[in-house]
């Protein structure tokens, strides 16, 4: 008799299947105890101080410390932030500048990861390279890159702009000059160079994770589609597309979440939190928590009202994507 053998009698003999089966089951959910446990503690109580601090009027230190007492306000916070005109005027900046970024960072994605599908081996590795620089790139180091760029005086573009034939800049833009010029002072310029910097970061995730679903695609499909004259325009709307629906899905959300939640390109290229017109409702509410006076409570409370539409984002996402497997 072996050491495994199953006496009659024993614990391990009367054992029925069904409880030897719940035991097994209970091992996956144990082993996730460890990363369950950190992601409560790094991430989730966080999240729940915030939304703690966004029902009290906080506005000092001392508070925080626990020095002095949290004045109770309710949804106070959030009837002044409702209420507030220019709390709409943040919320739309934020609509737009996410919508438009997504876009763009959609569609050059898109294109360069089909750029990469078409490349040879050696090639395609050379520019996927050179690509995720770009991801690889610090979001401050690459924000102060392009501050640079369009320094008004030894910047880049300055400089571009300054070498062109002065009949020509006077036609176009009205004037030759461009050393001191303000490139951050317009909100529509702003928005647009603060745009230029999030795609260039963002774009490469983008088409690295389009060519990983393209190589997916059985090559046997297109091949009968050039055999049956469609174009590759027709072949990706017809074949590509429908096949990485669900990487397409997940990439929107993922880049409607990181756009909303732009903070720190904005912060280096606005120079701070002076530039309230271009506001969105990242530095906006990191404005109202430490801008003299402090509002910790204030900010607490936009932030908590950003995490509640993204949570709407993921939510309407993970409804489209059940009720496409229910369809299929």
Sequence with gaps: MTALTEVPGTAAARETPARRHRRVDRLPYLLLLPALAIIGVLLLWPLGQVVVMSFYRLNSVRQLRG???WPWVGLGNYADILSDPFFLTVLRNTVLFAAANVLLTMVLGTLVGLLLNRLGRKMATFVASCVMLAWATPALTGTIVWKWIFDDTSGLVTWLFNALPDGLSNALFGHSDWTGYGWFNSPV???????????????????????????????????????????????????????????FGILIVLSTIWDFKVFTQQFVLAGGTQDRPTFMLSIYSYAEAFSPPPKYGLGAAIAVILTLILLLVTGFYVRMVLRQEDES
């Design 189 to 247: 310029l702003f928005f647009a160079i603060l745009t230029l910097v999030v795609v260039w970061h963002s774009f490469p995730f983008i088409a690295v994770s389009v060519l990983a679903g393209l190589k997916s695609v059985p090559s046997e499909l297109h091949e009968a589609a050039r055999v049956d004259g469609a174009g590759p325009w027709r072949a990706f709307w017809k074949i590509t597309f429908p096949l990485l629906r669900p990487v």
């Design 67 to 69: 020095d002095r007492e």
